[in-house]
């Protein structure tokens, strides 16, 4: 017998080291996790909420519902703009704010219920809203991530080419565009300083039996449509007018010029008289000789006196002519 329990104890094998390793994590991670709930319950950490709000809306932030409130902290960073907060005191009943804009108050008694309330929400007013309550329970927060919404402003109009365009004007964030018929075209995003986004789409349909056509513009803030008929050349005479004006145009002007000039060289004719050779007639030339055939007729005239005169002398006395 004694040989057979010995023999028993012979046969029972030790605690196997990774066996009692295995074992130890096992208590260690239970541990642990133990420990983090009894954190979480005694802090009531509960984490992160994102919140949308329309702009123009009003917003209320609730805070962590405990009795025998202590005391309880908005602390508020909004993307734009420094840091405000917002606190109460039990004991003294008592409220300070800290940089913050009328817009942000109590929306009860924070007795009663500290809940926080935003009136006309803008785009300013993201950011991130952390409330902190203090209360003989433990210590309690929770943040809000705050997101503000702008529907944009719809606009469907046909262009020069008679192709349907939509446009989805200053959202945030940016609105998507789609068309009932099928199209093949492709959005355009411009972004504003404001953080709002223009989105533009051209219709280019892939049948030519187009008739009517539907822009859907959808954004968290609203779903908008609009429908329009857009004939394929509508405007398409538009680029004819201008060529055909624009030559006119510069025939207009030719003309003008044309026309100036043409009278202008009438106006220096008429200043200026022509200059003309000089033309000679037979009366000129009678006119010439005439001071000559004078002078000859009285020289022959006075010659013939003269003669006469002499030829007197030569006559013998008794034959002389009788005065």
């Not at 009136?119 to 809203?129: L, P, S």
């Not at 940016?174 to 355009?188: D, G």
Request: net charge neutral; hydrophobic share 35%.
């Amino acid at each position: 017998m004694m040989g057979s329990s010995q023999q028993a104890g012979w046969c029972k094998k030790p605690t196997s080291p990774t066996n009692a390793r295995a074992t130890l994590k096992v208590v260690r991670k239970t541990t642990y996790a133990v420990v983090l709930l009894a954190i979480a319950a005694v802090t009531g950490a509960t984490g992160n909420k994102s919140v949308s709000v329309t702009v123009g809306n009003s917003s209320v932030l609730a805070c962590p519902s405990k009795s025998n409130i202590t005391m309880v902290t908005w602390k508020i960073s909004p993307k734009v703009g420094g840091p405000c907060t917002l606190g109460y005191r039990a004991d003294t009943n008592e409220t300070n704010r800290t940089n913050c804009s009328d817009s942000m108050n109590w929306k009860f008694t924070p007795d009663c219920n500290p809940a926080l309330e935003i009136r006309q929400v803008g785009i300013a007013h993201e950011g991130n809203y952390t409330c902190e309550v203090v209360a003989t329970e433990g210590n309690f927060h929770k943040t809000y991530n705050l997101t503000v919404l702008v529907p944009p402003r719809l606009t469907l109009y046909c262009d020069d080419h008679g192709n349907p365009v939509c446009e989805a004007a200053a959202g945030k964030p940016a609105a998507q565009i789609s068309w009932v018929l099928e199209s093949n075209s492709t959005p355009k995003e411009e972004v504003h300083d404001n953080g709002t986004v223009t989105v533009l789409s051209k219709f280019r349909a892939l049948s030519s039996n187009m008739t009517n056509t539907t822009c859907i513009v959808a954004h968290p803030a609203g779903n908008q449509s609009e429908s329009i008929a857009c004939g394929p050349s509508e405007h398409s005479f538009i680029p004819y007018v201008s060529i055909i004006t624009g030559f006119l145009s510069i025939l207009t002007v030719m003309a003008v010029i044309y026309y100036f000039k043409l009278h202008r060289d009438r106006l220096c004719h008429k200043t200026k008289p022509p200059e003309t050779a000089p033309t000679y007639s037979p009366q000129d030339d009678t006119m010439e000789v005439e001071p000559y055939t004078t002078y000859v007729q009285k020289e022959n005239v006075i010659y013939n006196s003269v003669s006469d005169l002499t030829t007197g002398q030569n006559f013998p006395q008794g034959l002389l002519p009788a005065t």
